[in-house]
């Protein structure tokens, strides 16, 4: 079983910063490529920021320059420091992770789980 606690989100004036983090932990799986993600009310969940294990990254066009995704592999963590947040960036935030079994019947088998999300406020 794989459980991802994110915390950070909260309330936060146009301009500001926000820090996210999760944390993951599991027995017997690996960790892939790992990211945050944001539904903003009305709206389908997005993909906002995903790193990989070679810590290659990937950024939605919307957040480029303004968001940083980083991982601690050891740890199993994942971050995402917001800066110079808008209005638009409001929504919750989920933390995503890819990861792959590790022995027993399902060995080698990939699969996704999600955090249960942290709200994520920007006043204009």
């Known amino acids: 079983q794989v459980h991802l606690v994110e915390s950070g989100g909260g309330l936060v004036q146009a301009g500001g910063s926000l820090r996210l983090s999760c944390a993951a932990s599991?027995?017997?799986?690996?960790?892939?490529?790992m990211g945050w993600y944001r539904q903003a009310p009305g709206k389908q969940r997005e993909s906002v920021a995903t790193i990989t294990t070679g810590r290659n990254t990937n950024y939605a066009d919307s957040v480029k320059g303004r968001f940083t995704i980083s991982r601690d592999s050891a740890k199993n963590t994942v971050s995402l420091q917001m800066n110079s947040l808008k209005p638009e960036d409001t929504g919750v935030y989920y933390c995503?992770?890819?990861?792959?079994?590790?022995?027993?019947?399902?060995?080698?088998?990939?699969?996704?789980?999600w955090g249960q999300g942290t709200q994520v406020t920007v006043s204009s």
């Open positions: 599991a027995s017997f799986f690996s960790f892939n490529a």
């Open positions: 995503n992770a890819d990861v792959t079994y590790l022995g027993g019947a399902y060995n080698g088998k990939r699969d996704d789980y």
